[in-house]
Structure formats: C-alpha cells, structure tokens
C-alpha cells in the first residue's frame, strides 16, 4: 500500500458529535494504469454514512461502485489502482492518509467488508470455525480454544442451525445461504462501526436472498452499524435502503432519500432505470430501454458520460460536464439530500 | 422449410436407450410430419411425466450405482404454438434440466416429449435432427456459450454447416448478415470476435444463432440474467419482437419474477424437480394457490420504497433439499408451514384442487398442494 506523505494537511479529528457522519468519502478518484490506457474508474464520488444508517450504492458493472469501496477497505491492487486525490475519513480522520499498520487496525475491526462470492472469498482448505477464529486470534490475540467458543457463539448469531456441530465443517460443505451468512458472521465478528456489503445477495435465490437481506437488517439495527449497500438490484435497494446514491461511469449521478428516488428521480439515467422494471400494466407493451451500452473507461464521453443514451441531451451536455447540482422544489425550497448531476434536472424531477 | 436430401448419410449413433430398431419408411414419415406446421392455439409440444435421473455410483471399476439425482423428477406440460411458457423456481430445482431435454441434449430417464406428436426422446438419426432444426437454444451466459476463436460469422454460419438443407451454400453469408440486421447488430460485424462485443450483443448474437434454422420454438435458459440492468430491458423487447415476425413459440426460463410475468403467457413453478404449481400469468401472480409460490412471490423485492412496512412476507426458513434425497410425499413440506402427517404420506398430484373443481374463477388452475388455498402475495397490504 502506498503511505501518502504525512506533511499533507490532515484536517483535524472531528469533535465526533451525534451528527458528524461515521465515513465521509471526498472527491474521490481512482484511476487504473494498463497497456491501454489509463482507466479513471472512480471520478470525484462524494458520499457519506451515518450510525445506523443504510446507504444503497447503485449501479451497472463498471460504474465504480465496487472500486470506490475497495478504496474505503483500502484492499485496491496498487499498482496498477492509483488514487490521485480525494479524502475518506473515518470518525473524521482521513484513512489515505494514515500509516499502513494504523490503517490496518481499523480494517475489519471498525470497517468490514461483506463479498458477493462466498464460494470464492472463503479459503476452500481451512474449516469455517478457524476462519471465524482468525478474527479474533490475529485482532484480539485470543487462544485458538477460546476463538472457536467465539467462533461458535458467532454463526448461532447469524442462525446457523447446529453451530456446534458445523464449526469444523468446510465451505463446501454449506449451501449457498449458508455460505453468505458465514460471511456476515466474519464481518461481524469484532462489532464494527460500518459494514460495507458488496452485491451481498445477488449469487442467491430470492427466498434465500430475502432470509439474508433480514439477517443483515436485524443485525445493523442491534448493533447499530453504518451499512453501505452495494448492488444493482432496484427492489432489494427499495426495501432496506435510507438513501441512495446512482453511480454512472465512475461518478454519482444522483443522490437521494430512498421515498424521494422511487417517487421523483432527478436524473435520465435513474429514471430510465426505474422505467424499464417490467410492471403488471405493461403488459404485452414493449418494455421502456435505455438504448446503447454503458461507456467504455478507457474513452468516457466528454460532457455528461450519459449523454450518448440519454433521451434529453442537447448540445451543452457534450461539451460541459454537469457538476452534482442541489435539487430543489420547483418554487426554490430546499430538498434536504437530493443532488443531481443533470444540467436539465429541473426539466427531469419536475417536468 | 427446405427438404432433406436423400442421399444424407444417416448418423451413426448407436441409440442407447431400448427403442424398436428404426426403420428408413417410419424414419421418413417422421420427417414428414415434422414439416407440418401446428395452427396457433394447438400443443406443439407436449412433456409427458418426464424424468431425468442422474445415477450416483461408488468404486472405481465396478460402479455401483447407490442412489440417484432426481432432477427433474414427473413433470408434465403443454406448450402451445406461439405462446409462451415461463419457468420460475430455485437453482437446482430442475429448470435446466428440463431445457436439455427438450433438446434431447440429455437423454430422459422415463417419459415422453412430443412434438408434433412425434416422442423426441426415441428418435434418432435424420429425424433427431430435424427436431433439433426446430427446437433451439439460447444459452444464459453469452460470455461463455460463444467460441473466442471463431468469428460471429462462423458462430452463426455453423448451423448451415451442420443443416446444409437449410441454406445454399452461396447464400449464407448474406443470410448472416441478415440474421445480424434482425437482432439489431451491424451486419458490417461478421468478421468480428465475440470478445469485441458487449454482453447485450453477445446475447444478441447467440439470439441469432437459435434463429438461424427459422425454428419453431426456442427454449430460452435464463437468457437476461448475466445482463446489466439498463440492457435486460433491449433484449427482451428483442425476444417480444422476434416472437411476433417469426411466429415462434419460447420456453423462457428465469428466476427473475418479474420479467417472466412480462413476457410469459403461461407459467410454471418448479420445485425440487416437480411442477408445484402451472397456470397464466394472472392466475399464478394474483391467485396463486401452492405455498411455495406464495413464498417465492412474497420473497420477492418490489421497486416501491412505500410497500416495504406493510407488505406480508413469507420468509422460508431452510434450505431446499437435496434432489438426492428428497422428502417422501410432498417435497416442500420440510419448509412449508401448513405441512401435516398427509403431506409426509401422501405426493400431491398436479391438478386443479377439489376444492375449486366447480368454480371458474383463477384460484382453478393446477397445483399439487393438498391444501391449496387461494392467497393474493404480491397485493397483499
């Protein structure tokens, strides 16, 4: 990991008041070196999280959603991932800018990280109990006897059935489900602050995956953790989500309370998103699509990256990048949350 | 459709199941009556109690079989010409399977599949293969289905290559470059890799491919679900479209409710093998009346942040049995909550329930629970 260097302003620790954000992400940028370019696949994301609340990071692959949370957990491959700018503070304190081993005290005991791939993200050769375990030997330094006790107290957390019985068991010998729910219980195994879930559900099955999605909510609200919820999937983000922020080609189209987005979307992107989910009156009718493809990294489009699908774009859309504007109600008041990068938002939220 | 040639060498595959020896005149009159076509609204395929059983063995040399994989386990169904039938259900609940075997890329444990009256699963030979003419495939991940090392071209052109009848061999490049301009790619791409496309395309491409032959029915295995979002949408109005200019009917299977609803006219509910559940898309959705369906459908999360408090959701608890050892009687009973000492017993049968034998209402429709019972999930408040 690269140590930036400490003679940078480092904005002081915040006062951490009940209001202050637990994770604050700053105009982060995360570019990609490669034979064929340089790929900038996080440009400038904005974003924060509080205790206790839920942040959906939407988006297609390749918009950056995965990137800027490898980013937070500090786990990109450098090189070839680079970061030239931005800020993520945790409790204030601006993590890329803190020593590797400070950083790593912090990873997985305050900030952790739940994968999409089970299967793959468990180690094939070690039973689960001593995966558990790891968390605590290596964190808190307990005995091997005593980690498998924590080991074993932490899957009845997560309801697996006959824990005792299953601590030495190996991955593969757990179904799907059950998999995903180690993992919640590896990321819960030192109470953090923030849980960052990568697509956790989207292997499942939807009967599993809504047993999942309830393990995770009742867990978040007991342990009143800060969860950042990263996925594709528009109903699974309608049922657990407080707010959400749309990521399109690296950066954060539009950001809104969860109520607001369904009912009002501020961007093209978002409301074609939210248009072409099949509904019961639509039957027989042809489906609403966002035609074309998701931008290519390598060459994002000048302007708006949206541009090229969008339905609205005009002649200042290629030419002038839209910043992330405050979204208001049509008569000036404020709507506290809502941002969109659009030039014509006001024409997309209120007609 | 183009006739097949006389002269064409018949294939040499041994037949492996114990099928009367076919002779050249019951072979022909096969072919033939394959070329009929079925009026719309008639069964052009019919699945009778078809099985699939895949055998466990133990030792080395001398294989003991010890068990089976029931995978698709008596399942029955009607597809009708020019409509289409969904299937919904778990992974490993037999969906797949069933997709293979109407291909006859499997060979079925027991039962029958007619097409066009004909039992697909004991032809072989010249007769197999004008089935296979007008059944086709699209495959769930096009990231894998497609040879890197040929080009869009060759993908497309190889079923020429394989039905030669179907195309003159002058011909077929322009007749690619056709397909290309249906699906809604430049046909200026023939020469292209699959690698330079995205996956929408590839998905485009391997539509492309099933639609080389002008086949009858395509049978469509989770052919969305490896797509981006904003993409879904553009393909499946492709398959609407294709579906009306070519009058084909679609075996669409998928595990995203929702979609399947959009373009299925009839659905059907696997579970561990068996059909639980089969009827329209109005019946199943807001009357459905198997249990599982229930929970599937309750399971499912609807894009309305505002029916998240007061939506009834059924969470199963448990995982979905092992096909290898399946429950006795019914095979959901292990997670349903209404189960008793019948459902142990007794396997429910796939029919419409006594209960709404006389009426004509939606709750009448095939369901193979002993207490199916009407409840509407999905507009539950």
């Known amino acids: ?351 | 459709m183009a006739e097949i040639r006389k002269d064409e060498a018949v294939d040499a595959t041994p037949n492996v199941t114990e099928v009367d020896v076919v002779d050249a005149a019951t072979e022909d009159a096969a072919v033939v009556a394959l070329d009929k076509r079925v009026d719309r609204g008639e069964p052009i395929l019919q699945v009778r109690n078809l099985k699939k059983h895949f055998p466990l063995t133990q030792g080395v040399l001398f294989k003991r079989q010890i068990g089976a994989v029931k995978a698709v386990d008596g399942v029955s169904f009607d597809l009708y010409q020019g409509e289409t039938l969904g299937i919904v259900g778990e992974s490993g609940c037999g969906k797949s399977t069933v997709a293979k075997l109407l291909m006859n890329l499997e060979r079925a444990t027991a039962g029958e599949v007619f097409y066009k009256g004909q039992d697909i699963t004991k032809l072989s030979g010249r007769a197999l293969k004008a089935v296979r003419r007008n059944i086709q495939m699209v495959f769930q991940d096009p990231y894998t289905s497609l040879n890197p090392r040929m080009t869009v071209g060759d993908i497309i052109g190889e079923t020429f290559d394989i039905h030669p009848e179907s195309a003159p061999k002058g011909d077929r490049r322009r007749r690619v470059q056709d397909l290309l301009d249906v699906v809604g790619l430049n046909p200026e791409y023939i020469n292209r890799y699959p690698h330079q496309f995205s996956g929408g395309q590839r998905q485009r491409i391997g539509i492309a491919r099933g639609l080389a032959l002008n086949p009858e029915v395509i049978i469509c295995d989770e052919p969305v679900s490896a797509l981006d979002v904003s993409v879904q949408a553009q393909v499946i109005n492709l398959m609407e479209k294709l579906q009306d200019e070519f009058d084909l009917s679609y075996i669409f299977i998928a595990h995203d409710l929702s979609i399947v609803r959009h373009i299925s006219d009839r659905v059907g509910v696997m579970y561990l093998g068996k059909i639980a559940e089969i009827g329209t898309d109005v019946q199943i959705y807001d009357h459905p009346t198997h249990p599982y369906t229930q929970a599937l459908l309750s399971a499912v999360p609807v894009p309305d942040p505002d029916s998240r408090d007061h939506r009834e959701r059924i969470i199963l608890t448990g995982d979905v049995p092992s096909p290898a050892n399946p429950p006795s009687g019914c095979s959901f009973r292990t997670r349903c909550w209404k189960a008793q000492d019948k459902c142990a017993q007794e396997a429910p049968l796939l029919a419409i329930p006594e209960r709404f034998k006389g009426a004509d209402g939606p709750a009448a429709h095939e369901s193979a629970c002993h207490f199916a019972e009407e409840k509407d999930v999905v507009h539950a408040a």
């Open chain 1, 1 to 351: 990991m690269t140590i930036i260097d400490q003679t940078a302003s480092v904005p002081g620790p915040s006062d951490g008041g009940a209001d202050a954000p637990l994770l604050e992400v700053r105009d982060l940028h995360v570019e990609f070196h490669t034979r064929d370019g340089v790929v900038r696949a996080v440009n400038g994301v904005n974003y924060s999280v509080s205790a206790g609340e839920t942040l959906a990071v939407l988006g297609e692959s390749g918009s950056g959603k995965s990137v800027t949370a490898q980013a937070i957990m500090g786990i990109l491959d450098m090189p070839p991932a680079k970061i030239p700018q931005g800020e993520i503070l945790f409790r204030g304190q601006d993590m890329l800018r803190m020593a590797a081993d400070e950083r790593r005290k912090l990873r997985g005991a305050k900030i952790a990280m739940i994968f999409q791939d089970a299967l793959s993200s468990l180690n094939p050769v070690l039973s689960v109990g001593y995966q558990l375990g790891e968390m605590f030997r290596v964190h808190q330094g307990l005995s091997k006897k005593e980690a498998k006790a924590r080991s074993i107290e932490l899957m009845d957390r997560v309801k697996i059935p006959a824990a005792a019985a299953r601590v030495n068991d190996y991955p593969h010998q757990f179904s799907g489900g059950m998999r995903q729910r180690i993992m919640i219980a590896m990321a819960l195994a030192l109470e953090p602050d923030l849980i960052i879930a990568d697509e956790p559900t989207t292997a499942l099955d939807v009967t599993v995956q809504a047993q999942v999605m309830d393990l995770l909510a009742e867990l978040q609200r007991e342990y009143h953790m800060g969860l950042i919820l990263i996925t594709h999937d528009l109903g699974v983000v309608a049922d657990v989500a407080d707010k959400i922020a749309v990521m399109y080609a690296g950066r954060i189209v539009e950001q809104a309370p969860v109520h607001e987005l369904y009912k009002r979307p501020a961007h093209p992107y978002t409301r074609g998103l939210l248009d072409s989910i099949p509904r019961l009156d639509q039957k027989g009718q042809e489906l609403y699509a966002i035609q074309g493809l998701p931008p290519n990294l390598l060459r994002t489009p000048s302007g708006c990256a949206f541009n090229p699908r969008c339905p609205k774009a005009q002649d200042i859309c290629r030419t002038d990048t839209p910043p992330l504007f405050e979204v208001t109600e049509p008569d000036g008041s404020a709507l506290p949350g809502r941002r969109s990068a659009c030039h014509f938002w006001k024409e997309t939220i209120h007609g």
